[in-house]
């Protein structure tokens, strides 16, 4: 399951539920340079990140026309969720765990992968890595990428993954203190002031998912 981290980092900063489940992918959003928008909750749940700033938008509601400025963490879990049922068409036999290992293994990020930012996670999702270039590896069926534990009832159905809050979560330390959003952005037109989260799983958003490939030839940057 993938789900947006959330809005309100310069408000709040609290990563709500589902996203910070320890079997769920927390997603931030980062602008076209690869730095984390200002606007994206940060923490130890934040597990990867994708393009959140200056999407096509629908202008008016007759669905006629796109404008520039969309996006928000809702839409880059949208683009995460979608650069994951790419994958898993190619490879439908995999479970949920490595279909996200792959994902985390190919993320473009300029830090040690065992170490993950509070603010981009493994780093932004770059599905063209694997799909074109073949890289990844996939690992055991049956352990979760994110608590290195074993998953409950793993399978190759999505909702394989468990949710149990129970399980205490093991997820690495993220980076240190001194990391600090980068991008100077306005907030995201298409969020709704509530910070409702969505939750894009599977192969909700796979058509977007093509912009997400061409973000991942960007150049990114964890700190300020």
């Known amino acids: 399951m993938f789900?947006?981290?959330?809005?309100?980092?310069?408000?709040?900063?609290?990563?709500?539920?589902?996203?910070?489940?320890?079997?769920?992918?927390g997603v931030s959003a980062a602008d076209k340079s690869g730095?984390?928008?200002?606007?994206s909750e940060f923490g130890k749940y934040v597990d990867l990140a994708a393009p959140g700033l200056s999407l096509p938008r629908w202008c008016d509601a007759t669905f006629r026309s796109y404008c520039d400025g969309g996006g928000g963490t809702s839409a880059a879990s949208a683009l995460a969720s979608a650069s994951a049922a790419l994958i898993w068409s190619k490879h439908p036999d995999w479970t949920a765990n490595q279909v996200l290992r792959v994902l985390i293994d190919t993320a473009s990020r300029s830090w040690p992968k065992d170490e993950p930012s509070d603010y981009l996670g493994y780093g932004l999702v770059r599905p063209s890595q694997h799909l074109l270039k073949g890289k990844g590896n996939p690992?055991?069926?049956?352990?979760?990428p994110l608590t290195n534990e074993k998953a409950p009832g793993s399978g190759s159905s999505p909702s394989a993954s468990s949710k149990e809050t129970s399980a205490p979560s093991t997820h690495p330390p993220k980076g240190s203190a001194a990391n600090k959003p980068a991008a100077s952005v306005s907030n995201p037109k298409s969020d709704d002031a509530n910070h409702q989260l969505w939750i894009a799983v599977g192969a909700a958003a796979a058509v977007?998912?093509?912009?997400?490939?061409?973000f991942a030839l960007v150049r990114n940057r964890r700190n300020a």
């Open 139 to 144: 690992g055991p069926p049956d352990v979760d």
């Open 208 to 214: 977007v998912a093509i912009g997400g490939a061409a």
């Open 35 to 39: 730095k984390v928008a200002k606007y």
């Open 3 to 25: 789900a947006s981290v959330g809005n309100d980092a310069q408000k709040k900063n609290y990563i709500d539920y589902p996203a910070a489940y320890p079997n769920v992918t």
